[in-house]
């Protein structure tokens, strides 16, 4: 079966950095578009970072930009997100998701298949 798996959230001090890893399995991966959505306390989830099947574009959300990059190793089935100069409003659970399409859509309802989230948390 399908599954989206992250890892490499955790705690740290506004400035730090973290990668988010995904592994991916039971479905073709090198044929989706990838992304990073997030979700805050009290909040709706929100788009951060996409990036289509051969990692030849990527999307950002403004307040990312600059500070967070999205990449694949479809070798390795898996989608990263480096993270850099953190903040504490970056504090929310991330999740990744994969996209039956050539794009890199901001829609979350574009996305077939979900991870069940990691969690960073962002302290001043």
């Known amino acids: 079966q399908v599954q989206l798996v992250e890892s490499g959230g955790g705690s740290v001090q506004a400035g730090d950095s973290l990668r988010l890893s995904c592994a991916a399995s039971?479905?073709?991966?090198?044929?989706?578009?990838m992304s990073w959505f997030r979700q805050a306390p009290g909040k709706e989830r929100e788009f951060a970072a996409a990036?289509?099947?051969?990692?030849?574009?990527?999307g950002y959300a403004d307040f990312v930009k600059g500070r967070f990059t999205i990449s694949r190793d479809n070798a390795k089935n898996t989608v990263y997100l480096q993270m850099n100069s953190l903040k504490p409003e970056d504090t929310a659970v991330y999740y990744c998701?994969?996209?039956?399409?050539?794009?890199?859509?901001?829609?979350?309802?574009?996305?077939?298949?979900w991870g069940q989230g990691t969690q960073v948390t962002v302290s001043s």
């Open positions: 990036i289509n099947w051969s990692g030849s574009n990527t």
């Open positions: 039971g479905f073709t991966f090198s044929s989706y578009s």
């Open positions: 998701a994969a996209a039956r399409t050539r794009w890199v859509p901001a829609d979350i309802n574009e996305y077939a298949y």
